[in-house]
């Protein structure tokens, strides 16, 4: 037991070698970039998914009445309104209260000062239960009495297909950048393996067994995907504080504190045991295609 | 300790390397295989570690059936015979002392006992003085008599070497078998493969000719 550790702890140590000359660090290095695409584009998905989901995601919808409605048609709406089980709820935004509203929004005052009347007609803004809200819109469009219905959700929508389209995108990029890691991998063996051929014959002559002559290949396959996962982490990092600098006035410009922010400790450390298993795999094949030929004559 | 029994082996192709061989090696024996280049001798010797296999008949080596081993019990096989070659198969990125720690390295010693183990086999081939020189600075003789001491590290019980002074001077050779010699009297059985005839009368051992892949 003693033994095979001593073992393992000799094929970590001059697999730990091995990398850490240019070609291994370089091949490292040719990972870590490749992936710190997918790692950001998720980091940067994330960030605008919190954002998105922050944001009011229950669709209004926007009743207007017409210009000239008298009140007591409102009240007869506001009662329909009320009494329909889809809604969930609802407010009256009567005209003046509206344009007080747009008044208190800065630059406007001026522009509705000069229209020197009201524009705004009256308006009921209500929420439909869940999945009610396509069938309440298009009803509420026939009633009498409505001018026009807004109902907003299909920017919501719009976003929803989006981001999922994104993710879509970076999983099929993480996919063929992941097959281009174990091939990276393979290639870095097979030269490896290439390199160190009067050794490994010599192994085999001298009772080396199969796992032995394999061990630190292995090993030099998952350091080197482990050592281009962290490698990615670290470009994501970067760029997203290059990012997050330049877009700070930006944001601070709208209100808003928006920040890219770095992908959470469990999807850091999945890039990097993903890259590891990869790095592994790809050792796998190239050992179990490469180590067979090499035999004593 | 080795015993051939109407081995013959064929290569792809058709050519026949040995035909119909039969004999035995006892244990702490030392025996020289000679016959001229291309008699069949090297052939002969990679049955035993199983770098080849047999065509037909049997090896048996330790009362194992070599022929019939495993691809993965190769390697335990291996750990009990010593090889040394012509071209001595040293690596030349590392010291004679980590040429010769090579075996140790999959056994269970620990590295304190690996080390010293290493160096008591260089010592008995005369070269512990050299253990931190490359082997590339060695002479012939002196990178030969490294190979043993990497055969002989892991104290096995069988010492198989292919045409170990070929390439050698007189006197080298001489220092060579003589190491060979002083191994065999601590019980380590011995198979010589050489051509060189006169080397081995000189020592009176027992002879087995090879002449066109048979015993003649």
């Not at chain 1, 992936?35 to 998720?42: I, N, R, S, V, W």
């Not at chain 1, 999945?131 to 309440?136: I, K, V």
């Not at chain 1, 928006?258 to 050992?287: D, K, Q, T």
């Not at chain 2, 040394?84 to 030349?92: A, E, H, N, P, T």
Request: glycine share 8%; hydrophobic share 50%; aromatic share 6%.
């Amino acid at each position: 037991m003693i033994g095979w550790l001593r073992q393992h702890r000799q094929a970590l140590l001059l697999a730990m070698r091995r990398l850490s000359r240019t070609a291994g660090l370089l091949s490292a290095a040719v990972i870590g970039i490749a992936l710190a695409l997918p790692a950001g584009g998720y980091a940067v998905l994330e960030s605008l998914r919190s954002v998105a989901s922050r944001a009011s995601f229950d669709p209004e919808i926007s009743v207007f009445l017409p210009l000239g409605a008298r009140r007591a048609d409102a009240e007869a709406l506001g009662a329909r309104l009320r009494a329909d089980p889809r809604v969930a709820r609802m407010r009256f935004v009567p005209r003046d209260q509206a344009l007080k509203e747009l008044i208190s929004v800065q630059g406007l005052s001026e522009m509705v000062a000069a229209l020197g009347h009201n524009p705004l007609p009256d308006a009921f803004v209500l929420t439909a239960r869940p999945d009610a809200h396509e069938t309440l819109a298009s009803d509420l469009r026939k009633l009498p009495g409505v001018s026009h219905v807004q109902a907003d959700a299909a920017w919501a929508r719009r976003l929803a297909a989006l981001a999922a389209l994104g993710r879509i995108a970076l999983w099929l990029l993480a996919a063929l950048l992941g097959a281009a890691l174990i091939a990276v991998t393979f290639n870095t063996i097979r030269l490896q393996i290439l390199t160190q051929r009067d050794e490994i014959e010599v192994s085999k002559l001298i009772g080396a067994s199969d796992a032995f002559i394999r061990r630190p290949f292995y090993y030099l396959g998952l350091l080197q995907g482990l050592a281009g996962g962290a490698i990615a982490l670290a470009i994501v990092a970067l760029a997203l504080a290059l990012l997050n600098r330049e877009l700070r006035p930006l944001a601070e410009s709208y209100g808003s504190s928006f920040r890219f922010e770095f992908l959470p400790a469990a999807a850091a450390a999945a890039v990097c045991l993903m890259a590891g298993l990869l790095g592994w795999l790809g050792a796998h094949f190239s050992v179990t295609r490469h180590l067979r030929d090499i035999e004593p004559r | 300790m080795v015993s051939f029994s109407a081995v013959a082996k064929r290569y792809p192709g058709g050519q026949e390397a040995l035909k119909d061989v039969s004999f035995s090696i006892e244990a702490a024996e030392l025996v020289f295989l000679t016959g001229r280049s291309g008699a069949g001798k090297s052939t002969l010797l990679k049955l035993i570690p199983a770098i080849e296999r047999p065509s037909a008949g049997s090896v048996i080596v330790n009362g194992q059936n070599v022929g019939a081993l495993k691809r993965s019990a190769i390697p335990y096989l291996r750990r009990n015979v010593g090889l040394v070659f012509q071209d001595q198969k040293l690596l030349y990125d590392r010291s004679v002392h980590d040429n010769v720690i090579l075996p140790l390295a999959f056994s269970d010693h620990s590295p304190k006992e690996a080390a010293r183990r290493a160096r008591a086999a260089l010592d008995k081939v005369g070269l512990l003085a050299r253990e931190r020189s490359n082997p590339i600075q060695l002479s012939g003789g002196e990178q030969q008599r490294v190979a043993i001491a990497r055969a002989v590290v892991n104290r096995p019980s069988l010492l198989v070497a292919d045409e170990p002074t070929a390439n050698l001077d007189a006197d080298s050779a001489a220092r060579v078998l003589d190491i060979f010699l002083a191994f065999n009297q601590v019980g380590v059985t011995v198979l010589i493969a050489t051509h060189d005839r006169s080397l081995v009368e000189r020592y009176g051992k027992r002879v087995l000719t090879l002449e066109a892949g048979r015993i003649a």
